[in-house]
């Protein structure tokens, strides 16, 4: 299949209202990673490009953010319609750029929109409040104001559901953006822009700017008119915007990487706990910053627990995620690949054992083996790392004490899981847990109405919920005088 024909298909980028390609032509090759085949090209911009896009968002600015929440709102009402309508589409284009089961990219979508009618109603209430005064004659208040232009940057594993959770409380805000979406990804962007004008956004509100991310991202961190940039990926990279954004003092979004432990302690519901680790764990094919990174065990459970899960990992089918019945896409690159090799390598190594996989797929390309890997310890890369693949490790650990204490051996903080039925067990690991984000016999984390965001150098910031809108206003206090008669 090819997204050609697509009505939400672009392959120009989206700047100040037009679709333009890049300046001196040049362009990025798009490839369905399932396949190898070539699906197209969109534009490799640069410096010129982005700083048009940044004009068009400062231009726009003062127009969008005088309207009212109610009338933004209903913009991005519009926009969150026009994406179910044409959810199929998307989905497909989705799984066409990225490799990912169907139905995930479905749910990717639908979850992506949901971000839009949240902040729509949201910004409405973005109250300020009238400060009890501590003097007579003075009133101190504060109000809350859109930041000004933002500058978004997205990575690959979630093409399409990464920029509503950054752009929808943006625009809400009365802020406009600029996108530049990972060069892997680009076509869900673009469909998002075709859709945005649809909807009626005014012309620079909303940009999509495709290619060299270096020279993009310069333009977005250096140029003053950006107040903000929120940006998801790499904790390397992130590090590198954040010195970047430090010479105009922007305010920053990070939502970086994860190395989430999975704690099942001996009372939890094992067969719950099972299905959990497997759909944490292998979703997207574990190219993602909440996946279960490392599966803590307690040893009452350990065999029975590694037995089951290993019967499911064995049942996971790989291949196009066009195809039904398919649960586990391809990884997205060659990188990736022969990343998983070297991490099972030395796990193995160390003394890990292969449960189940552990090498490249007899379906060639960019597929690896779902692979379960058990006796795993904390000297190993995989319980060091974030693993973004097929790679599940499990970890036996003996007292509640010492899952904790493994569980946050780690400069990551986003998210982790408890299983247990204990209720006072519930609290006192939820408590001492150093992560954003805890899930207690649950993996779904993130919903638009509540803040999905990390600890340490897992990211500054949260998405979602009213911390997510705030994460795009500036709080501005006034005090009124001269009120006595
Ligand atoms: P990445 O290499 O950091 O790329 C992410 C985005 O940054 C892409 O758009 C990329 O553009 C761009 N980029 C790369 N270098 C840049 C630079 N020097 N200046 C400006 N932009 C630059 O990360 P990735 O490999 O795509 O994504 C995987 C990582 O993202 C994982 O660590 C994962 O945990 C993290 N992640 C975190 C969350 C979260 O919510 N916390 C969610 C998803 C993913 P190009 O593609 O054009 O290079």
Redesign the pocket.
Known sequence: MRPDGFKVFRNLCFIDGKWMPALDGET?EVTNPATGEALGTAPRCGTKEASLAIAGASRSLAAWRSMTALERGACLHRLHALILENLEELAALLTLEQGKPLAESRDEILQGASYFPWYAEEARRACGQVIPTPARGKRPMTIHQGLGVVGV??????PFA?IP?KAAPALAAGCTVVV??????PYCALALAALAQEAGFPAGVFNVV?????R???E??GDPRVRKLS????????K??MA?CAGTVKRLS?????NAPFIVFDDADIEKAVEAALASKFRNAG????SANRILVQNGVYDAFVRRLASKVDGLKPGNGLEPGVILGPL?DSKAVASMEALVADAVACGARVAVGGKRHALGGLFYEPTLLTGVTPSMRVFKE?I?GPVAPVVSFSSEKEAIALANDTNAG?ASYVFTRDVGRVWRVSEALEYGMVGVNEVSLAMAEAP???FKE??VGR?GGHEGLMDYMETKYILMGGIDA
């Open positions: 990025i940057i997205t990575p690959w594993n979630f990464m959770r530049k979406p990972a060069s892997q990804t495709t290619g060299d991310s270096s993009i991202g310069a977005l961190t940006f998801t990926g790499s904790t390397e990279v992130g590198k915007l970047q990070l939502e970086l990487g994860g190219q993602t910053c909440v997205i974030e973004f986003l999905f965001g990390g897992s990211g998405e």
